[in-house]
């Protein structure tokens, strides 16, 4: 699979984008390469690995279809995803999603006025049904970006760069893929 890139025009530094399992087709991806990694280090164990794999990828396999489903089922004009760092490009472009972001790479100067005015303009000529938050972002500046715009943040919080903690909601890869997926269907599909 190719990595993709991420350029800032702001400050023209570019990088690869390393949010490549917020796809659920490279998740599915990495558990084979993980597979395969373990059977050449530690070859009596080749049957266990392939179980283990085996079942996780089935797992991978169901969620991967609901993602393709419903993106699929939502209304064309809600088939983008606003969020303050450009994480879901991999994801997006699997599914025939448009992306905008308030950042593309994480530095120092994450929210600055010059990137708000540009996802403000992108509001204006495109049709935005809502914007989401990360979990772990500082959520000002996509509060600055719902108050200049009228359009609203949805209620509960998208996961990108982080899982939660042990016992919280989205603590499992598994869990993280399957909660984004109710938390962009539930806010684009109803707008
Ligand atoms: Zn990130």
């Not at 690869?16 to 597979?35: A, E, L, T």
């Not at 991999?90 to 025939?96: G, H, I, N, S």
């Not at 308030?102 to 530095?107: G, H, M, Q, R, S």
């Amino acid at each position: 699979m190719e990595p993709k890139y991420l350029r800032d025009e702001t400050t023209n530094e570019e990088e690869i984008n390393p949010h490549s399992f917020i796809d659920p087709v490279v998740g599915i991806q990495m558990v084979k390469d993980m597979r395969d990694a373990f059977v050449e280090v530690d070859p009596d164990n080749k049957d266990y690995y392939e179980k283990r794999a085996s079942d996780y990828l089935d797992r991978l396999g169901d969620i991967e279809k609901e993602y393709a489903a419903r993106l699929g089922e939502l209304p064309e004009e809600n088939k983008v995803l606003v969020t303050s760092e450009c994480a879901f490009q991999y994801m997006l472009d699997r599914y025939d999603m448009k992306e905008a972001c308030i950042w593309k790479v994480d530095t120092e100067e994450n929210g600055s006025p010059v990137q708000i005015t540009s996802l403000l303009k992108f509001i204006e000529k495109e049709i935005v049904p809502l914007l989401f938050l990360e979990s772990n972002v500082d959520p000002r500046p996509m509060e600055t970006v719902s108050n200049e715009s009228g359009v609203d943040i949805f209620g509960k919080p998208i996961y990108s760069d982080e899982i939660g903690k042990p016992g919280d909601e989205v603590d499992t890869y598994v869990k993280y893929l399957k909660y984004n997926i109710n938390v962009i269907s539930e806010g684009l599909g109803q707008q």
